[in-house]
C-alpha cells in the first residue's frame, strides 16, 4: 500500500514539475524571442511570469518554503549581500574581458538594457527587488531543483536545473544573455547544491544583484 502511495507521490510531483517547466519555457519563449517579444510589455509579463511560477512552487511543494521576509536573520541578509557583490564582480570582469573577445557583446549588452525601456528605474528596483528576483528564485531553486534532489542526487539535480534555467533564455538568441543565465544559474543553483539551508539567502542575492545589475550599476 505504502509502495503504491509513494509511486502515485512520484508521478504526481515529476508531472507537475514537466508542466511547470514547460509552462516557464513558454513565458520565456513569448518574452525573449524575436517573434512575440515586440509585441508585449517585457516588464509586465516578466512580473507576472515570476508570479506565476512562484504560484506554482507554492501549490506543487510538498511542504512550506517557509520564506517569509520578516524572518531573515541579519547574518542571512549579510550573506545575501556578499553574494550578490561576488556575483556583480565576476560579472564586472566578465564584461571587460568579453568585450576583447567577441566584437558583438557590447552590442548584445546594449541589446538587454534596451529591455528597460521607459519604465521608471524606482518601480524597476522595486520589482526586481521585491517580486522578480524573490520568485525566480524560489520557483527554480525553491521548488524545481528542490524537488529534482528528492529523485536524483544533489549534484544531478543542481546540473539538470542549471540547464533548465539556461535553456529557456535560448530563445532569445542573445550569446551574452544565454552565458549571463548559465553563469548565474551555475552559481545560485551550486549555493543551493551546497548549501541548501540558505535558499533565503540566495533570494536575497537574486534579488539585490537583479536590482544592481539592471539599475543601480549596470554594465
Given amino acids: 500500500m505504502d509502495t503504491t502511495a509513494n509511486l502515485h507521490t512520484k508521478i504526481r510531483d515529476k508531472s507537475l514539475l514537466v508542466l511547470s517547466l514547460l509552462v516557464a519555457a513558454l ?13 508585449i510589455n517585457f516588464w509586465v509579463c516578466m512580473t507576472a511570469s515570476a508570479c506565476t511560477l512562484s504560484c506554482f512552487a507554492a501549490a506543487f511543494s510538498g511542504s512550506k518554503l517557509q520564506l517569509s521576509v520578516f524572518n531573515l536573520r541579519l547574518s542571512t541578509f549579510l550573506l545575501g549581500i556578499a553574494i550578490a557583490a561576488l556575483l556583480w564582480g565576476v560579472f564586472y570582469v ?8 567577441f566584437s558583438f557583446s557590447r552590442a548584445q549588452v546594449n541589446l538587454i538594457y534596451n529591455m528597460k525601456g521607459s519604465v521608471s528605474p524606482t518601480l524597476l528596483a522595486l520589482l526586481l527587488l521585491f517580486v522578480i528576483g524573490p520568485a525566480e528564485e524560489i520557483f527554480w531553486r525553491g521548488y524545481v531543483q528542490r524537488t529534482l534532489t528528492k529523485y536524483r ?13 539556461t535553456a529557456v533564455h535560448l530563445p532569445s538568441g542573445n550569446f551574452m544573455l544565454i552565458m549571463a543565465a548559465l553563469v548565474c544559474g551555475i552559481v545560485w543553483g551550486g549555493l543551493y547544491w551546497l548549501m541548501p539551508h540558505q535558499l533565503k539567502a540566495i533570494i536575497v542575492s537574486h534579488a539585490l544583484w537583479d536590482a544592481a545589475a539592471f539599475v543601480w ?3
Fill in 27 to 39: 513565458l520565456w519563449f513569448i518574452m525573449f524571442s524575436p517573434l512575440t517579444s515586440q509585441h
Fill in 94 to 101: 566578465g564584461d571587460k574581458v568579453s568585450q576583447l573577445l
Fill in 153 to 165: 542526487s544533489p549534484f544531478v539535480a543542481f546540473l539538470l536545473t542549471t540547464a533548465c534555467y
Fill in 217 to 219: 550599476l549596470p554594465f
